[in-house]
């Protein structure tokens, strides 16, 4: 029911910063939470950060919360993750995902995701 593509991945160097965007589909009358995650090859999708459909509410993985910063812009039908400094462990593809559930710490909630954006980050 909502389209997802995510933009803003690259190549960068550790210490470096970089901000994805996710645009949508979404309507003023149907929003979504909505959340970030990552995958290399041979390990499971890690949940990043999550975002109510107001725009309230975030949530981070121990992981990486102080370094990256979840927002959407409704107006526009956004969504970022600013990435702020990167290590080679971050590398990964990185996919936006939406969903009506209330619980937003687990891929297995969304039903609705992007095709995902590649970051590389090099020493």
């Known amino acids: 029911q909502v389209q997802l593509a995510e933009s803003g991945g690259g190549s960068v160097r550790a210490g470096d910063s970089l901000r994805l965007s996710c645009a949508t589909s979404e309507r003023p009358n149907m929003r979504y939470n909505m959340g970030w995650f990552r995958q290399v090859p041979g390990k499971e999708r890690e949940f990043l950060a999550a975002?109510?459909?107001?725009?309230?509410?975030?949530l981070y993985a121990e992981s990486i919360k102080g370094r990256f910063t979840i927002s959407r812009d409704n107006a526009k039908n956004l969504l970022h993750l600013q990435m702020n400094r990167l290590k080679p462990e971050d590398t990964a593809l990185y996919s936006c995902?939406?969903?009506?559930?209330?619980?937003?710490?687990?891929?297995?909630?969304?039903?609705?995701w992007g095709q995902g954006t590649q970051v590389t980050v090099s020493s």
């Open positions: 995902a939406a969903t009506i559930a209330v619980i937003l710490t687990t891929p297995t909630t969304y039903p609705y």
């Open positions: 975002i109510s459909s107001s725009g309230d509410h975030p």
